[in-house]
């Protein structure tokens, strides 16, 4: 995670949860937009209720980003995308 902060070049980073349960490893606000990402250590990462209650609490730029240590980059959903640690950076470029 720390990895990721530092490629996102910003130190407005939170943990987000609700009372619920559902979590957010990382919310990252960035030149006024917020970036969501679950890490997951699985080989195929699935979607998640914790996911969804994100994306519906959440006003998020691209909704959320699921970084795994796999390099197949895939959809969960219309909102929810699969990626390498590799990719982040290319994520909030300019």
């Known amino acids: 995670m720390e ?19 559902a979590e957010l490893d990382l919310l990252a606000l960035i030149k ?3 970036y969501g990402f679950k890490f997951k250590d699985a080989d195929a990462p699935s979607q998640t ?3 969804q209650a994100a994306i519906e609490d959440l006003g998020l730029e691209h909704l ?8 197949q980059e ?7 995308s699969v990626i ?4 982040v950076r290319m994520l909030v470029s300019p």
Do not use: C, E, N
Request: charged share 25%; aromatic share 14%; net charge positive.
């Open 3 to 21: 990895h990721v902060i530092g490629t996102l070049r910003t130190r407005d980073t939170y943990f987000w949860a609700t009372h619920g349960g």
């Open 32 to 34: 006024g937009k917020r």
């Open 49 to 51: 209720r914790s996911m």
């Open 64 to 71: 959320l980003w699921v970084i795994y240590p796999g390099q």
């Open 74 to 80: 895939y959809a969960l959903d219309a909102r929810i």
């Open 84 to 87: 390498s640690l590799d990719r």
